[in-house]
Structures are given as structure tokens and as C-alpha cells.
Nanobody, 127 residues
Framework: QVQLVESGGGSVQAGGSLRLSCAASEYTYSPYCMGWFRQAPGKEREGAAFIDSDGVTRYEDSVKGRFTISQDNAKNTLYLQMSSLKPEDTAEYYC?????????????????????WGQGTQVTVSS
């Protein structure tokens, strides 16, 4: 059973940066899709960034150019580097994973299709 644990959230001012981490309890066997979702109060959960087992990434337009998703397979860890943060980035951020690599390419992203989830970490961006 794969367990995912997010960390790195916090409060920053607009224009600042944060790096989120998602640690997996065990190695994620290929193929897979891993990604970051976010959910603001009163809003639906939406995808932000995804990476598949080939290392190919995809970003939603709202974060493209500001966020970078990466992975360290040796550490079983997924990262989300966030820069130039905006107040509208404020949300609970969740990492997710599934063995279906193609989920990385579904638009819009379908959170209900991902089998593994972390508990979330809060990101608050003030103006």
C-alpha cells in the first residue's frame, strides 16, 4: 500500500516562493502518473502539474512558467517548486499518483481517477 505525505506548505507574500514535497512510502513502479492538485475553499479540485514515469511533464495554464514539477526516484519523492506566487494560488495542495500513465494527459485532469492521495498541505499567499 502506497502512502503519500505532503510537506512544505506555509504562508508567503505575493511574489514569493515555496517548494512542496510529496514522499512516497515505497517505490512507485512504472508506468505511473504523479501530479499535484489544489483546492481552494468553495472551489472544485483542479490539476496543477503532472509528471509521468518517462519524466514528461504537463502544466495547467494557470501555473505554467511559474511552477516546476520534478521527482527524485532514489528518494521516492515528488516536488513542486512554486515561484512568483499569487494570491489566487492559495489552496490546499495534494499530491496524487496512479499506475495509469495516461492520466497525466487527460484534460481537464480527473482527480477521481487517481488511486493514491496525500493528506494535503496548505499554501497561503498574501498580497
Amino acid at each position: 500500500q502506497v502512502q503519500l505525505v505532503e510537506s512544505g506548505g506555509g504562508s508567503v507574500q505575493a511574489g514569493g516562493s515555496l517548494r512542496l514535497s510529496c514522499a512516497a512510502s515505497e517505490y512507485t513502479y512504472s508506468p505511473y502518473c504523479m501530479g499535484w492538485f489544489r483546492q481552494a475553499p468553495g472551489k472544485e479540485r483542479e490539476g496543477a502539474a503532472f509528471i509521468d514515469s518517462d519524466g514528461v511533464t504537463r502544466y495547467e495554464d494557470s501555473v505554467k512558467g511559474r511552477f516546476t514539477i520534478s521527482q527524485d526516484n532514489a528518494k521516492n519523492t515528488l516536488y513542486l517548486q512554486m515561484s512568483s506566487l499569487k494570491p489566487e494560488d492559495t489552496a490546499e495542495y495534494y499530491c496524487a499518483a496512479d499506475q495509469d500513465r495516461l492520466l497525466c494527459w487527460v484534460r481537464p485532469a480527473r482527480p477521481e481517477e487517481f488511486g493514491y492521495w496525500g493528506q494535503g498541505t496548505q499554501v497561503t499567499v498574501s498580497s
